[in-house]
């Protein structure tokens, strides 16, 4: 069975829809953020001060191509996933990408906390998200489905996301 990917922005509940999914769902879930955590031992925003952002992208290249070769699990990305086409082509060949949205303002109020997410750790957040959803929104647009989460919570995404998955005919059965 394929593996369900979800990508998006920062702050449109990849983790937490993930989570909800794999457990729904009754399949492994991981969170490639968490996983790269865990291999460095250091958090996203330290791999960022001390190396920079082209060290965490290499990582982050190295651990999608390891998770697209499993299958039948569900898959939460880091935002920036999308910007190298070789990690888009790999999940994609494994799984259905599913595009979770959210409007600027609910994405500012997500991701308010600061020191958590490197690239929004500066002076104009809302500048700086505006930008960063100007730039990738075509890359996002290239999923498979795409579900605006603004106004959802994500037990009501994920039910979403069963519901294409079902009419695709990539599930089957109750879940």
Same mark, same amino acid.
């Not at 922005?9 to 999914?21: A, V, Y």
């Not at 070769?69 to 920036?80: E, F, P, Q």
């Not at 888009?88 to 599913?98: D, P, T, W």
């Given at each position: 069975?394929?593996?369900?990917? +979800? /990508? &998006?922005?920062?702050? !449109? ?6 989570? +909800? ?8 879930? /991981?969170? @490639? ?5 865990? %291999?460095?031992?250091?958090? /996203? ?6 190396? &920079? ?9 190295? @651990? ?7 299958? *039948?699990?569900? #898959?939460? !990305? &880091?935002? &920036? ?5 070789? *990690?888009?082509?790999?999940?994609? *060949?494994?799984?259905? #990408? #599913?595009?979770?949205?959210?409007? =600027?303002?609910? #994405?500012?109020?997500?991701?308010? $906390? $600061?020191?958590?997410?490197? +690239?929004?750790?500066? %002076?104009? $957040? ?5 930008? =960063? =959803? ?26 979403? @996301? /069963? @519901? ?12």
């Amino acid at each position: 069975m394929k593996n369900i990917v +979800l /990508i &998006g922005f920062m702050g !449109t509940g990849k983790t937490s829809t993930g989570r +909800l999914l794999a457990g729904r769902l009754n399949r492994p879930f /991981i969170d @490639v953020d968490k996983k790269i955590e865990q %291999e460095t031992g250091l958090a /996203i925003s330290d791999i960022f001060q001390h190396y &920079g952002e082209s060290h965490f992208r290499q990582l982050e290249r190295d @651990v999608i191509s390891r998770v697209a070769r499993y299958t *039948n699990t569900v #898959i939460a !990305t &880091g935002g &920036g996933v999308v910007l190298k086409q070789e *990690n888009m082509v790999r999940l994609k *060949n494994s799984g259905i #990408i #599913i595009a979770l949205t959210a409007s =600027l303002e609910t #994405i500012l109020d997500r991701t308010s $906390r $600061r020191g958590v997410r490197p +690239l929004l750790d500066c %002076e104009d $957040r809302a500048e700086r998200v505006a930008r =960063l =959803l100007q730039d990738r929104a075509n890359l996002y647009m290239k999923a498979d489905c795409t579900i605006d989460t603004s106004c959802m919570s994500p037990h009501q995404v994920a039910e979403r @996301v /069963i @519901v294409f998955l079902r009419a695709g005919g990539y599930l089957r059965g109750r879940s």
